[in-house]
């Protein structure tokens, strides 16, 4: 019997980036569903945060998929994060945060986390995460949390140079102070690669890849 994964997104541009992380790295003989839903962020945005609308919208989706037939449920923006407690009563299969992985993988490496985003909706999701998780396991940790001013905007303005130079500058700042530096958006992990390797001094770790690898962890278990 043919296993599915199901994706909620706020960004349809990344069905394509998820697409293509679970070809490589899932099996042969899991569908991928796509659910891209972007008056979410669009509201989140408009809003400057969650609201019961934003939560009951997410949740009406993780049904959707676990009725599709979905074995395991992939929210993949970090700014509705939180709204995945709030589905997990609602259906009987797993509903993930795409950040957890990246997490907890911060805090393997140190206690000194930097987190950067481009839009304080994403910052703060992911700030708190950290310093839930950490509580979690019992380890101090410090964020150093890091909104890349104007970056946003230029995005929207259609400058994409702007953009990434806002986000690199900001990323080569939290470099400089932290353990390993995070990145909120998966938007902004095409700006790492423009930062030569020896100014790499700590990891800098982005969420899609580590949550579809725990995606198949998972797929072991159920």
């Known amino acids: 019997m043919?296993?599915?994964?199901?994706?909620?997104?706020?960004?349809?541009?990344?069905?394509?980036?998820?697409?293509?992380?679970s070809k490589e790295l899932l099996p042969s003989d899991v569908e991928v569903l796509h659910i891209a839903d972007e008056l979410l962020l669009k509201v989140v945005l408009a809003q400057g945060g969650l609201s019961p609308f934003i939560f009951?919208?997410?949740?009406?989706?993780?049904?959707?998929?676990?009725?599709?037939?979905?074995?395991?449920?992939?929210?993949?923006?970090?700014?509705?994060?939180?709204?995945?407690?709030?589905?997990?009563?609602?259906?009987?299969?797993?509903?993930?945060?795409?950040?957890?992985?990246?997490?907890?993988a911060a805090l393997a490496?140190?206690?000194?986390?930097?987190?950067?985003?481009t839009v304080p909706t994403t910052l703060k999701p992911t700030a708190e995460l950290v310093h839930r998780q950490a509580e979690l396991i019992g380890q101090q940790a410090s964020v150093?949390?890091?909104?890349?001013?104007?970056?946003?905007?230029?995005?929207?303005?259609?400058?994409?140079?702007?953009?990434?130079?806002?986000?690199?500058?900001?990323?080569?700042?939290?470099?400089?102070?932290?353990?390993?530096?995070?990145?909120?958006?998966?938007?902004?992990a095409r700006v790492v690669a423009t930062i030569p390797a020896e100014e790499r001094k700590v990891p800098i770790l982005s969420s899609p890849r580590l949550a579809v690898e725990r995606l198949?962890?998972?797929?072991?278990e159920v």
Do not use: W, Y
């Not at 043919?2 to 992380?21: E, M, Q």
């Not at 049904?63 to 449920?73: H, I, N, R």
């Not at 490496?109 to 985003?117: E, K, P, T, W």
């Not at 198949?216 to 072991?220: D, K, P, S």
């Open 2 to 21: 043919t296993r599915k994964i199901a994706f909620i997104h706020t960004v349809p541009s990344l069905v394509g980036l998820f697409n293509d992380l």
């Open 56 to 104: 009951r919208r997410v949740v009406e989706h993780a049904v959707a998929a676990a009725e599709g037939g979905a074995s395991l449920v992939q929210v993949t923006c970090s700014s509705i994060s939180p709204c995945v407690e709030a589905a997990r009563p609602f259906v009987s299969v797993p509903v993930f945060k795409v950040d957890e992985p990246m997490v907890n």
């Open 109 to 117: 490496i140190g206690s000194r986390i930097g987190v950067a985003a």
């Open 144 to 188: 150093d949390a890091r909104l890349c001013e104007g970056a946003f905007q230029a995005l929207l303005a259609g400058d994409g140079e702007m953009h990434d130079r806002l986000v690199r500058a900001c990323l080569q700042e939290l470099l400089e102070r932290n353990d390993v530096v995070l990145l909120a958006q998966a938007s902004m």
């Open 216 to 220: 198949r962890q998972a797929l072991e």
